[in-house]
Each structure stands twice: as structure tokens, then as C-alpha cells.
């Protein structure tokens, strides 16, 4: 049986990349079964996603993509998709996001690995221990971030996490953490941005009598709530609804937006360009 695999690549524009990679695919009897590309006409950069069978092993197909890279110059990634990326979850008090998370994983619907939760908190224990998942309580204070901060990346090397999911995760990560954790931190957010950042999205919005709430999923930079965007849902809201009733659609949006941001990063889909995202869809 085949393994299959992704290759990301970005690269400057020019031409005869596609004919590089799919040439050097084919002389290995790899068969492609995906691909899409995209050329930043701004930023003069290539970017490519191309998905294949092949019966070569790993290191020897990523040895033949390196010789690309003194021609074209190409920051190249290659996943087995057959490995699932181990995801630890950052959360608070609100559990909807861990919750729904949780419960794609446990029914196949989401391809990746939650191997531990944190939390500033202890109440989203018991629901995480229902799922035979550890849970780490890591209390912090304005005085006792760095430590805290260095025990959520001990959990990072203990576990060997690929991704972090801030999921309702109300603690602002210091500019080191986020540099340690740079395009492999995904974070919801919960408003349409770049509208309402902050804390309190909802009684912004309801301030501001908004007939569309939304959500946002992003990468995690130290310039709070501007990381690149991968995902955003919105639903429909009028004057009638209270900033608790926001808060309650704002739930379901937030579940949506996040759990596509994080499917679409385990199957390689996104592509960081710059501060904003190339997103290949299924
Ligand atoms: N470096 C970053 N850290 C975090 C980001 C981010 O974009 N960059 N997003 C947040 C999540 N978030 C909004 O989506 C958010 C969380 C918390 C706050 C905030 O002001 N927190 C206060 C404490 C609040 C409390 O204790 O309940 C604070 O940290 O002083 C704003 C936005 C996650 N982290």
C-alpha cells in the first residue's frame, strides 16, 4: 500500500516550478492525486500544495525535492498524511471550543491527535478526563507568566506537540512564547475581525448594533488579535438579541471557524504568505 503524502512549497515566482515538481513526481512513480497553486502577482512569490501516492520512503522523496531548491529557491515542507499531528489545547472557563473539538476527534470527523489539555482553570477537567485526555492546571498571574509560560512549553517538548490551540484561551502569550510557537499556534477568536478586538467582542458588538457576529481563527502573533487569518464564520443578529443572547450564537460560529482553521492546518492546506494566509481548500 502506497503512503500518501503532502508537499508545501513557496518559492519566487517564475516559471517551470509546477513542471519541476510534478517532473520529478513522475520519474519516481508517485501519482498525484491533488494539486493547487498560487502565484502572488504583490509579493512575486509561488506557492504550491500537492498531494500524491508514492512507495519511495519519506527521506528519500524530501532528498530529491532539495535539489529543487538551489534552482528555485524553495521553502519546501513534507507530511506523511498518515501521521496525525499532536495538538495540545490552551482553554479557560469556556469549554465549547474544547468540547467540540473533543468530540470531532473522538468521532473521526477532525485527523489529529489532542494528546493534553492546559488551562489557567481546573473547570474543564472533568470533561476532558472523560476523554481519557491529561489535563494540566497552570494558574497564572501578571508575576507568574514566564514561569507558566515555560511550564505550557515544557507540556510542548514533553508531548512533541505540532500545534497549539488556543480554544478560548483568555491569557495574552508573551512576544518569546509566540515566537517559540510561530505558525504552529492557532487561535479562535470571538468577532469578525478586524472589528472588536479584545476582550468583550459580544458587548462590543451589541454596542455597536451590528447585524452580523462572526468569528475568526488566526495564527498566533505578539501583536494581539492580528495574527494571519485562516478562517472566518459569521451569522445573522438583530436588534433583538441581548449581548447574552451574542454570546450564545457567537458559541456555534466559533466551534465552525475553529475547527475548519485546524483541519485545514493538519491536512497542510495553509500557507503562510507573508501576514496573511493562502488557504487550498478540499
Ligand atoms: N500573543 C497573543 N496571545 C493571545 C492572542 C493573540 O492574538 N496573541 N489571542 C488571545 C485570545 N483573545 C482573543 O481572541 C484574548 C484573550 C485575552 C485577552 C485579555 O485581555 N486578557 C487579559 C486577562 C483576561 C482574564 O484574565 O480573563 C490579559 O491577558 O491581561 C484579550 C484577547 C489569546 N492569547
Known amino acids: 500500500m502506497n503512503a500518501e503524502y503532502v508537499l508545501t512549497l513557496s518559492c519566487p515566482d517564475r516559471p517551470g516550478v509546477v513542471a519541476a515538481v510534478s517532473g520529478l513526481l513522475a520519474a519516481r512513480g508517485c501519482n498525484i492525486t491533488d494539486s493547487q497553486q498560487f502565484g502572488d502577482q504583490t509579493a512575486k512569490r509561488f506557492f504550491m500544495r500537492v498531494q500524491f501516492t508514492a512507495a519511495l520512503p519519506q527521506d528519500e522523496l524530501s532528498s530529491a525535492f532539495a535539489g529543487l531548491v538551489p534552482e528555485f529557491g524553495m521553502d519546501f515542507k513534507l507530511r506523511d498524511l498518515s501521521v496525525k499531528p499532536k495538538v495540545l489545547i490552551l482553554v479557560s472557563k469556556f469549554g465549547h471550543c474544547l468540547n467540540d473539538l473533543l468530540y470531532r476527534v473522538r468521532s473521526g470527523l477532525l485527523d489529529i491527535e489532542i494528546v493534553a489539555v492546559a488551562s489557567n482553570h481546573p473547570d474543564l477537567r ?3 478526563q472523560s476523554y481519557g485526555i491529561d489535563y494540566h492546571h497552570l494558574p497564572v498571574t501578571p508575576e507568574t507568566r514566564p514561569r507558566q509560560e ?17 480554544a478560548r484561551y483568555m491569557q495574552v502569550l508573551s512576544e518569546d512564547l509566540c515566537e517559540k510557537l510561530s505558525g504552529r499556534a492557532i487561535n479562535i477568536h470571538h468577532s469578525f475581525l478586524p472589528s472588536f478586538k479584545g476582550a468583550k467582542p459580544y458587548h462590543q458588538a451589541h454596542d455597536r448594533g451590528v447585524k452580523l457576529i462572526g468569528a475568526t481563527a488566526h495564527y498566533v502573533t505578539s501583536d494581539l488579535d492580528e495574527g494571519p487569518i485562516i478562517e472566518q ?26 475547527a475548519r482553521a485546524v483541519r485545514w492546518h493538519a491536512e497542510q492546506r495553509v500557507l503562510l504568505d507573508g501576514h496573511k494566509t493562502i488557504v487550498f481548500p478540499r
Open 126 to 128: 472533568p470533561l476532558t
Open 233 to 258: 464564520e459569521v451569522a445573522r443578529v438583530d436588534h433583538s438579541h441581548s449581548p447574552a443572547d451574542l454570546v450564545a450564537i457567537g458559541r456555534d460560529v466559533e466551534c465552525v471557524a475553529l
Open 150 to 166: 515555560a511550564e505550557i512549553l515544557a507540556l510542548v517538548e514533553h508531548y512533541q506537540v505540532e500545534l497549539v490551540v488556543l
